[in-house]
């Protein structure tokens, strides 16, 4: 399984230059991870862009699903990095993945991954499940979650 997530709701670049999670966004991202937790998902392996609001996003997750995962930093993960070199790295995978990253890279890597140019379109500050039963090749949409609604600061 591969479980794509968008990270939670950051501060402005105005507020901190660093943009980590607000404290809503870091309160959605927990209920988004319990959700997660719930339909059973413990990835072995979890991986962010380095960006802070990723990695604290990655963070919830690892701990929430599965403390015992592999949890890092990783390349092709940036906002403008193409899809493709995320697919190629997909290909053979026999890991359950867990991908906290970024708009506007996740949506094309999820267009990509199920080879649909017209899939609905990638949930702000939510997650989509993937599964491939061809090694990596091909990958179809098992489920999403949309980010649960709190007031944001």
Same mark, same amino acid.
């Given at each position: #399984?591969?479980?794509?997530v968008?990270?939670?709701?950051a ?6 230059p660093?943009?980590? @999670?607000?404290?809503?966004g870091r /309160?959605l991202? =927990?209920q988004? +991870?319990?959700?997660?937790a719930?339909?059973?998902? *413990? ?6 862009s380095?960006?802070?609001? +990723?990695?604290q996003?990655? =963070?919830i ?6 403390? /015992?995962?592999e /949890?890092?930093?990783?390349r092709?993960l940036? &906002? +403008?990095?193409?899809v493709?070199? #995320?697919?190629? *790295? @997909?290909?053979?995978?026999p *890991?359950?993945? %867990? ?6 890279? %996740? &949506?094309? %890597?999820?267009? #990509?991954l199920c /080879? ?10 939510? #997650?989509? +499940? %993937? ?11 098992v ?6 609604r709190i007031?944001v =600061?």
């Open positions: #399984m591969l479980y794509l968008h990270h939670g709701i501060l402005s670049p105005d507020v901190d660093q943009r980590p @999670l607000s404290h809503n /309160l991202v =927990e988004l +991870a319990a959700t997660a719930e339909r059973g998902v *413990r990835p072995e392996v979890v991986w962010h380095g960006k802070l609001r +990723a990695k996003t990655a =963070e997750f690892w701990r929430v699903c599965n403390p /015992l995962a /949890l890092s930093a990783t092709d940036q &906002p +403008a990095d193409p493709d070199w #995320m697919c190629d *790295r @997909l290909r053979h995978e *890991r359950d993945i %867990l991908i906290a990253g970024h708009f506007p890279h %996740l &949506p094309r %890597l999820l267009s #990509m /080879l649909d140019a017209t899939a609905p379109e990638f949930p702000a500050h939510g #997650m989509v +499940a %993937l599964r491939s039963d061809d090694e990596g090749n091909s990958w179809e949409e489920w999403r979650v949309t980010s649960p007031t =600061e």
